[in-house]
């Protein structure tokens, strides 16, 4: 399977703390960094983090900065990102891809699991 898995998605109160887990094979995750998008309901895909192969490199879209944290374990082939504080607008389905870059852009991503659903309540 090249398509990662994403996991940990859940119904959480405000406030509260998730996190999420991407699996992806080694041809798909090897040598990559890997992001995390989210969409809501009748809303665009949206950028929330990234991290570079090497882990030293993070990015993150401004509305989760100081709540989320992306990290990654290379010999799990596995990228993380734990979520506290969380929001009602945090509220979406919750992907992972790769891309041969640190972007925020989606068009740089390939690979697409098929998501995980967040839903926090208030």
């Known amino acids: 399977q090249v398509q990662p898995v994403e996991s940990g998605g859940g119904l959480v109160q405000a406030g509260g703390s998730l996190r999420l887990s991407c699996v992806a094979s080694?041809?798909?995750?090897?040598?990559?960094?890997m992001g995390w998008f989210r969409q809501a309901p009748g809303k665009e895909r949206e950028f929330v983090a990234v991290i570079s192969w090497s882990g030293v490199t993070t990015k993150y879209t401004d509305s989760v900065k100081g709540r989320f944290t992306i990290s990654r374990d290379n010999a799990k082939n596995t990228v993380y990102l734990q979520m506290n504080s969380l929001k009602p607008e945090d509220t979406a389905v919750y992907s992972c891809a790769r891309t041969p870059v640190i972007s925020s852009r989606s068009e740089s991503y390939a690979y697409w699991g098929q998501g995980t659903q967040v839903t926090v309540s208030s």
């Open positions: 080694g041809r798909t995750f090897t040598g990559y960094a």
